[in-house]
C-alpha cells in the first residue's frame, strides 16, 4: 500500500548517505533534525489510533469531532513531503543537465497520463461488467472467469499496458474497446 512504501522510504532515509557522508550516526542526525517528524506524522496509521479510540465502549464520544479534526490536520502534513520533493528537485538541478531532467520531467509526465488514462478505461470496463456487457477485460483476458482469477496487478498490469500504448502511439491492436462506452473513451 502506499502507506507501507512511505513507511519503507522514512525508514531507508536512516541510511541514506548525507553529502557525500557515509556516517551513520550523521545520517541519522541530519534526519532526525529535518524531516523525520513530517515523515514520521505522515505514515503513522492515524485512521486506525481513531478507529480504535472510537471503538472503545467506554470512549468519549463527545471528543469523537475533535478527534476528526485533528486527524484531518494531521492529514495536511503530508502536503509538506511536497516541499522535500522540491528540495531533492532543486539538488538534481545542480547536479543534471537539463536535458536529462527535462526527459525526467517528460517521463514521469506521460507515466501519469497513461496510469490516469489506464485507470479510467479500467473504469470504464468494471461499470460495464455490472451491466452484463463484454468488455475488453473479458476479451483480453478470456471469460469472466479467467478475468476474476487475475490479480488486481496483472489487471493494472494489462491496463497500464493499454494507457502506455495510447498515450505514446496509436496502439498496438491487441487490446481494444469492445463496448460503445470504451470505444467512447
Avoid at 553529502?19 to 496509521?45: A, G
Avoid at 478507529?51 to 502534513?77: G, M, Y
Wanted: hydrophobic share 50%.
Amino acid at each position: 500500500s502506499v502507506a507501507s512504501s512511505k513507511f519503507v522510504d522514512m525508514i531507508s532515509r536512516f541510511r541514506t548517505g548525507v553529502v557525500l557522508s557515509y556516517d551513520t550516526k550523521k545520517i541519522v542526525i541530519h534526519y532526525m533534525s529535518s524531516w523525520f517528524l513530517i515523515d514520521f506524522l505522515s505514515v503513522f496509521p492515524w485512521e486506525v489510533v481513531v478507529d480504535a479510540a472510537l471503538s472503545d465502549k467506554n470512549a468519549n464520544f463527545a471528543s469523537a469531532p475533535r478527534l476528526l479534526k485533528l486527524l484531518r490536520l494531521v492529514r495536511l502534513v503530508k502536503l509538506l513531503r511536497l516541499y522535500r520533493l522540491q528540495a531533492v528537485i532543486n539538488e538534481m538541478k545542480k547536479v543534471l543537465p537539463a536535458a536529462v531532467l527535462e526527459m525526467m520531467k517528460l517521463s514521469i509526465a506521460v507515466g501519469v497520463l497513461a496510469h490516469y488514462v489506464a485507470c479510467g478505461f479500467y473504469y470504464i470496463a468494471v461499470l460495464a461488467d455490472e451491466n452484463g456487457a463484454g468488455t475488453w477485460l473479458e476479451r483480453y483476458h478470456g471469460t469472466e472467469t479467467a478475468v476474476a482469477e487475475k490479480s488486481a496487478g496483472s489487471l493494472y498490469l494489462s491496463a497500464m499496458y493499454w494507457g502506455f500504448t495510447t498515450v505514446t502511439s496509436v496502439g498496438y491492436g491487441d487490446i481494444v474497446p469492445i463496448t460503445d462506452e470504451e470505444k467512447l473513451y
